[in-house]
Nanobody, 121 residues
Framework: QVQVVESGGGSVQAGGSLKLSCIVS????????MGWWRQVPGKGRAVVASISPDGTTNYDESVKDRFKISEDNVKRTLFLEMNKLKTEDTGAYYC???????????????WGQGTQVTVSS
C-alpha cells in the first residue's frame, strides 16, 4: 500500500498562509488521482482540493481562488498552498487518493496522521 506523511500545518491568524506537504512512498502521481481531505470534529472527511493524473485540478467552492494544489514528481510530494485563511478552514488535513482511483488496487493507500491547521480570528 502507498504510504503518506503530511506536514506543514500550524496555527495562524485569519488572512495568513500555510503550505502543506505530503510525501508519498511510491511514484503514483501519473496513475492515481490525489487530493487533500479536511476533517472537522464531528464531521467526516471531505476533499477540498484534488489533482488527477492528467494534471486537472478541482477545488471545493469554499477554498477556490485561495488554495492551490500541486505536485512534484521527482520528490514524490503533494503540496497545498493555503492563502487568505479563514477560521472555517480549521481542521485536520490529510492527503489521500480520490474517487474513483481510491478503489484501484495500485492506488490503495494507508492514511497518514494528517496535519492540523488552526485559524484564529
Amino acid at each position: 500500500q502507498v504510504q503518506v506523511v503530511e506536514s506543514g500545518g500550524g496555527s495562524v491568524q485569519a488572512g495568513g498562509s500555510l503550505k502543506l506537504s505530503c510525501i508519498v512512498s511510491q511514484n503514483i502521481f501519473n496513475t492515481c488521482g490525489m487530493g487533500w481531505w479536511r476533517q472537522v470534529p464531528g464531521k467526516g472527511r471531505a476533499v477540498v482540493a484534488s489533482i488527477s493524473p492528467d494534471g486537472t485540478t478541482n477545488y471545493d467552492e469554499s477554498v477556490k481562488d485561495r488554495f492551490k494544489i500541486s505536485e512534484d514528481n521527482v520528490k514524490r510530494t503533494l503540496f497545498l498552498e493555503m492563502n487568505k485563511l479563514k477560521t472555517e478552514d480549521t481542521g485536520a488535513y490529510y492527503c489521500a487518493m480520490i474517487p474513483p482511483w481510491y478503489t484501484m488496487p495500485e492506488c490503495l493507500l494507508s492514511w497518514g496522521q494528517g496535519t492540523q491547521v488552526t485559524v484564529s480570528s
